[in-house]
C-alpha cells in the first residue's frame, strides 16, 4: 500500500510492531566487545586511479573474524590538515556506489570517503561463514534457524565494527568528525553504526531504512522484492505459524527499529510516500524512536529511488558545524 501525508496523525505517533528482545543492550555489547578481541589484519593499496588533482584512491582489504576477506573503497581528499570521514553504506543486494560517484562526496563536502562491500552481495567482499538456514532467498534470513550471533546481519555489524577500529587507525583524519550515510539497506547499516558507534559518529544522514519493523512488514503482506526472504521463511519453515513469535524475536536483534534509541547524534532523515519497497510505516517506526536531535523530510510524490533534493540537502548537513544546525531554513 501506498501512504499519504494525509496519515501523518497515525504515522507520527507509530512506533514499531515487531518485538525487541530482553538482553538487545546486552547482546550488542557482547558482540562489539567480540570484535575488540579480534585482532586487525589488514591492507591499504593505491586503487585503480591514480591521484587526480587533489583526491587520492585507494582500497582497504581486511579479515573478517570469521576469515572472511572484505573489501572497502577509500578516497582521501589532499590536506595538510585532518579531514573528516564520512562511512557509506550501500543497498540491497548490491556494492559500493562507483568511485566517480564517492568522489562527489569527497569533493563536495572536502570528507574522506570509506565505502564496504558487504560480506556475500555484489561487490567484492566475500562470505566464508557457513549458516544455519537456507541460501535460497537471500541474505536477510541467513543463520535464523541458529543461534542470534550467527545470524548474517549480526555479521555484518561485526564487519563494521572491525572496519571502524581500522579507521581509527589511519592517518589524517579528524576522529571528531566521523558521519555515517546511506539508503535502504545502506540506511539501515548507518542507522546500527551510530548506534554502536555512539562514541565517535557525529552526524547521521538516512534514507528509507530497510531492515525495519519486521512484523508490520509481514503484517501488511510488503514481504517482497527486498523483503521476500521472509515470506519463503515462512511459508518453507513456519508454514501454520507455530514459531512466528520466536521468529520475529530473533529477527529483532537486527531490526532498525530496536538501535534507533542508542543512536545519540543528529539524524537527518527521508522518505518518500510513494515507497512499496520498505514502507513508510516502517520508517516512521524507526524514526519515532529515535531520541537524538533529528529532522524528517517527506517527499509525497518519491519511491525508494534517488532522491536529489535529499542529496543536496546532506551537504549542509555534514558540513554545517555549530549549534546552529537546525536553525537553517533549509530544515525547517
Known amino acids: 500500500m501506498t501512504w499519504k501525508p494525509d496519515d501523518r496523525s497515525f504515522l507520527d505517533s507509530y512506533r514499531g510492531t515487531a518485538p525487541c528482545p530482553e538482553d538487545f543492550a546486552v547482546f550488542w555489547a557482547e558482540r562489539m566487545a567480540e570484535m575488540n578481541r579480534v585482532p586487525l589484519e589488514w591492507e591499504l593499496r593505491d586503487g585503480p586511479f591514480p591521484a587526480r588533482g ?20 577509500y578516497i582521501r581528499p589532499a590536506s595538510e590538515q ?19 560517484e564517492l568522489t562527489s562526496y569527497a569533493a563536495s563536502m572536502g570528507v574522506a570517503m570509506l565505502a564496504m562491500d ?15 538456514s537456507t541460501r535460497a532467498s537471500g541474505n536477510m534470513i541467513l ?8 545470524m548474517y546481519y ?8 572491525l572496519l571502524i577500529r581500522i579507521a581509527r587507525q589511519l592517518p589524517g583524519l579528524d576522529l571528531d568528525r566521523v558521519y555515517v550515510n546511506g539508503g535502504s539497506q545502506g540506511g539501515a547499516l548507518a542507522l546500527a553504526t551510530a548506534a554502536l ?17 519486521f512484523q508490520k ?49 543528529p539524524v537527518l532523515f527521508a522518505t518518500g510516500f510513494q515507497d512499496t519497497i520498505c514502507p513508510p510505516v516502517t520508517q516512521y517506526a524507526v524514526y519515532n ?26 551537504i549542509r548537513f555534514f558540513c554545517c558545524q555549530g549549534p546552529d544546525l537546525w536553525e537553517e531554513e533549509e530544515y525547517v
Open 54 to 73: 587533489s583526491v587520492r584512491y585507494q582500497e582497504l582489504r581486511f579479515r573478517g573474524a570469521d576469515g572472511s576477506l572484505l573489501y572497502a573503497k
Open 82 to 100: 585532518p579531514v573528516p570521514l564520512l562511512l557509506h553504506f550501500h543497498g540491497y543486494p548490491g556494492a559500493t556506489r562507483s568511485w566517480l
Open 118 to 132: 558487504c560480506r556475500g552481495q555484489g561487490g567484492a567482499s566475500l562470505d566464508a561463514a557457513s549458516y544455519q
Open 143 to 150: 543463520g535464523l534457524d541458529g543461534p542470534p550471533e550467527q
Open 154 to 161: 549480526v555479521k555484518v555489524h561485526q564487519d563494521i565494527a
Open 197 to 213: 558507534h555512539s562514541d565517535l559518529i557525529r552526524k547521521a544522514g538516512i534514507q528509507y531504512p530497510f531492515l525495519s519493523d
Open 217 to 265: 512488514v509481514w503484517e501488511l503482506d510488503a514481504d517482497l522484492i527486498a523483503y521476500e526472504g521472509l515470506r519463503y521463511y515462512m511459508r518453507w519453515f513456519d508454514p501454520i505459524g507455530l514459531h512466528t513469535d520466536e521468529i520475529f524475536r530473533k529477527l529483532g536483534y537486527v531490526d532498525t527499529i530496536n538501535f534507533a534509541p542508542m543512536v545519540r547524534c
Open 289 to 314: 524512536r529515535i531520541t537524538s536531535p533529528k529532522r524528517h523530510l517527506l517527499y509525497p510524490d518519491f519511491a525508494h529511488e534517488e532522491i536529489q533534493e535529499f542529496d543536496d540537502r546532506l
